[in-house]
Nanobody, 116 residues
Framework: QVQLVESGGGLVQPGGSLRLSCAASGDIFRINVMGWYRQAPGKQRELVAGINSDGSTDYADSVKGRFTISRDNAKNTVYLQMNSLKLADTAVYYC??????????WGQGTQVTVSS
């Protein structure tokens, strides 16, 4: 089992920044990939960014150049630095841990609202 706890969401104006954190506990040695997903009202959940165990990263086209995913292995924490936020970034953001074999885990989600 892997437990994930997100934090760092909130209300921000367009052009502003936020940093999300995802702290993992439990069987963290099983984690292959960690990612951030988001789900806006009426839309499907989508991948925002992912980071592999070797440190390689991947981003949705809509956030490239604005968001950065990183991990602190000593703290078992993954971060999502979000800059130049847009109205369209408003969503509930979820942390995901993929342990392979079709098994993954989700955090409870954190709300990010971009509004003037």
């Amino acid at each position: 089992q892997v437990q994930l706890v997100e934090s760092g969401g909130g209300l921000v104006q367009p052009g502003g920044s936020l940093r999300l954190s995802c702290a993992a506990s439990g069987d963290i040695f099983r984690i292959n990939v960690m990612g951030w997903y988001r789900q806006a009202p009426g839309k499907q959940r989508e991948l925002v960014a992912g980071i592999n165990s070797d440190g390689s990263t991947d981003y949705a086209d809509s956030v490239k150049g604005r968001f950065t995913i990183s991990r602190d292995n000593a703290k078992n924490t993954v971060y999502l630095q979000m800059n130049s936020l847009k109205l369209a970034d408003t969503a509930v953001y979820y942390c995901n841990a993929d342990v392979g074999w079709g098994e993954d885990y989700w955090g409870q989600g954190t709300q990010v609202t971009v509004s003037s």
